[in-house]
C-alpha cells in the first residue's frame, strides 16, 4: 500500500547520552501508507530514534525532513502540529475520568463534551476502535485503553502514528483487530512507524523494516519477503548486512 515519495526522513540522525551513542548516523525514510518496522533488541536505540522524532528528544546531529522540507521538532505538541502521533507503551490516561474527559485534556483546542464524544464515536467506528466516550477508564481492560490512546491521536489528524511495541498489552483477537485498524489507516495514506519484537506480526502486516543493532541501521528489507529466523539473525548477528 506505500505510494510515493517520502512523509519522513531521517537523515544522519545521532543521539549521545553522555558518551554513549544510543543512535549512530541512523537513516530512515518513511512512505506515506506505509507500515515501516523498526526492529532491534532491547538497548538496540528504537525508543531514542522514536522519541526524536515525536520531539521528546533533541537529536546530538542529523536532521529530519518532513515531506521534502527540514523541520525542528522541539516538542511533542510540535510533532502533533506537523501530524505525527505517538501511542504509548505505557498509557497516561486518569483513571478516574472518562474516555471523553481524558482526550478533551490532551486535545489542544477546547470544544463542547458533547462534539467531542461524538466525534469519538465518529472516529471509533470508522476505524474499528470500539469505544463508549461514556466508560470510566478504571473500568476498561489495556486493550480498550489502548484504544482511547489511538482515538486520541486520530482526532488530530496525523499523517504518521508512532507505535512503541503495540501488541505486547494486548490479547490475540485485541491484537488481530489493531491490525485492521493499521489497515484502514494506511488505507487512508497514513504512515506507520511500528516497533516490535514479534517477527511473526511484523511479517504479517509491515512493508518494510528498518533493523538497528547497537544504534546504527544494519539492514533494510521486506520483512515478508524474509524469514522470521532471517530477521533474528539481522537483529543479533555480528557482521553488517546489505539487502
Ligand atoms: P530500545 O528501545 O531499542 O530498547 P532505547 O532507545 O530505549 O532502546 O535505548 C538505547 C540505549 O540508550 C540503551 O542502552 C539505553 O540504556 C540508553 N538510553 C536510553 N535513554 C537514555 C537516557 N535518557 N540516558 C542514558 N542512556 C539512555
Ligand atoms: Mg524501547
Known amino acids: 500500500r506505500p505510494q510515493g515519495t517520502a512523509l519522513v526522513e531521517a537523515r544522519g540522525i ?4 553522555g558518551s554513549f551513542k544510543a543512535n549512530d548516523d541512523i537513516n530512515l525514510s518513511i512512505r506515506p501508507g506505509e507500515i515501516h518496522a523498526l526492529l532491534g533488541e532491547n538497548g538496540a536505540g528504537k525508543s531514542t530514534l522514536v522519541k526524536i522524532l515525536y520531539g521528546s528528544l533533541q537529536p546530538s546531529e542529523g536532521e529530519i525532513l518532513w515531506k521534502g522540507q527540514k523541520v525542528g521538532i522541539p516538542s511533542p505538541s510540535a510533532a502533533r502540529r506537523l501530524g505525527i502521533g505517538m501511542v504509548f507503551q505505557h498509557f497516561s490516561l486518569f483513571d478516574a475520568l472518562t474516555v471523553t474527559e481524558n482526550i478533551a485534556l490532551a486535545l489542544p483546542d477546547r470544544k463542547s463534551r458533547s462534539a467531542l464524544a461524538r466525534e469519538i464515536e465518529k472516529v ?3 476505524f ?3 469505544l463508549n466516550p461514556n466508560s470510566v477508564i478504571v473500568d476498561l481492560s489495556v486493550g480498550e485503553r489502548q484504544r482511547v490512546e489511538i482515538v486520541r491521536c486520530l482526532l488530530q489528524n496525523p499523517e504518521l502514528l508512532i507505535m512503541d511495541e503495540p501488541t505486547s498489552v494486548l490479547t490475540p483477537q485485541e491484537a488481530d483487530d489493531l491490525f485492521l485498524t493499521l489497515d484502514k489507516l494506511t488505507a ?3 504512515a506507520v512507524l511500528y516497533i516490535s519484537h514479534r ?3 511484523v511479517k504479517q502486516i509491515c512493508h518494510h523494516a528498518t533493523i538497528l543493532r547497537h544504534g546504527k541501521v544494519v539492514a533494510e ?3 515478508q519477503k524474509e524469514s522470521a529466523a532471517k530477521l ?3 537483529m543479533v548477528g555480528a557482521e553488517i548486512h546489505a539487502l
Open 14 to 17: 545521532t543521539k549521545l547520552f
Open 124 to 126: 471509533s467506528a470508522e
Open 128 to 130: 474499528g476502535l470500539p
Open 188 to 190: 487512508r495514506g497514513c
Open 199 to 201: 517477527l511473526e506480526e
Open 221 to 223: 528489507c521486506d520483512p
Open 232 to 234: 533474528a539473525s539481522l
